[in-house]
């Protein structure tokens, strides 16, 4: 086994654990802020609108889809989706969820491979929250627009963290601040301030949910940067949308208006 799919294995393991049974996902940042979510939505359905305007139809390929949050908002927009997930227990979630709608097909994606594997492509490829659990996120990304992706199509990355060496001290203090007070109304400071401690110091525990979960957001964050570069060798239009994002409800009032953004998603039409 090679290192990217050792990590991608512990991956895997870790959204076993963290996003079993009886998990619910509505306490994501991006599912719980409505400003945020409404944003997402918008682009979504603009997207697919764009597309079915153009071909009549619109084929969404939902990578990671969680409990199907987004795929409701593709389903509305008038979009056909396959979904995939690494975790058991959600793709259950999401075989039941959408059991009745034959405008939906789930995956099982323990590993990856799901999306091309039957040399299926698609309009339009959601990544919604997900990168920054692909370790090797870059390749990934690069076989779905190269193999996955129609002639015309578009991808759309939502809230991943913004590179860390490029952000000041200043934004980074704030978004470990936000995320210790969002620790706090937990009831959990010391788990916040011990995981903190681990990654300052570089120590990640495979068999830790809160050192794994997150993947890259443990690490260096995601490289907007080269995920442009990749994007703009292929598509005819990429847009790049920053803003500011924690857990914290209450903080997220305030840090949306005065906070460095840490949170970014892109938008690439056109594919060439």
Not at 26 to 44: C, G, M, N, Y
């Amino acid at each position: 086994m090679s290192s990217s799919e050792q990590e991608r294995s512990a991956a895997a393991r870790s959204q076993e654990a963290v996003f079993g049974e009886g998990c619910s996902y509505d306490d994501s940042p991006h599912i719980r802020h409505t400003a945020i979510r409404q944003h997402l939505e918008r682009k979504i359905t603009d997207a697919i609108r764009e597309v079915i305007e153009r071909r009549q139809s619109c084929d969404v390929l939902d990578v990671g889809a969680g409990h199907g949050h987004f795929t409701d908002a593709v389903l509305r927009a008038g979009g056909t989706a396959t979904v995939t997930e690494m975790s058991k227990a959600s793709f259950d979630h999401l075989k039941q969820k959408f059991s009745d709608e034959p405008a939906v097909q789930v995956l099982y994606d323990p590993d990856g491979s799901a999306p091309i594997r039957g040399g299926a492509q698609f309009d339009l490829i959601l990544l919604i929250s997900v990168m920054h659990h692909i370790p090797d996120y870059i390749d990934v990304l690069t076989t779905l627009c190269d193999k996955a992706l129609r002639p015309g199509g578009i991808v759309l990355t939502f809230q991943d963290p913004l590179w860390y060496p490029r952000q000041s001290r200043w934004a980074r203090a704030l978004t470990v601040g936000s995320y210790l007070a969002w620790r706090v109304t937990q009831g959990e400071l010391r788990r916040g301030f011990k995981t903190r401690w681990r990654r300052l110091r570089g120590i990640y525990d495979e068999s830790n949910p809160s050192d794994m979960v997150e993947y890259h957001v443990v690490r260096q964050g995601v490289d907007e940067r080269a995920l442009l570069e990749l994007f703009e060798a292929r598509f005819a239009d990429v847009e790049l949308d920053t803003y500011f994002c924690t857990q914290s409800l209450l903080v997220q009032k305030v840090g949306a208006k005065y906070f460095p953004h840490n949170e970014f998603g892109i938008v690439a039409r056109g594919r060439r």
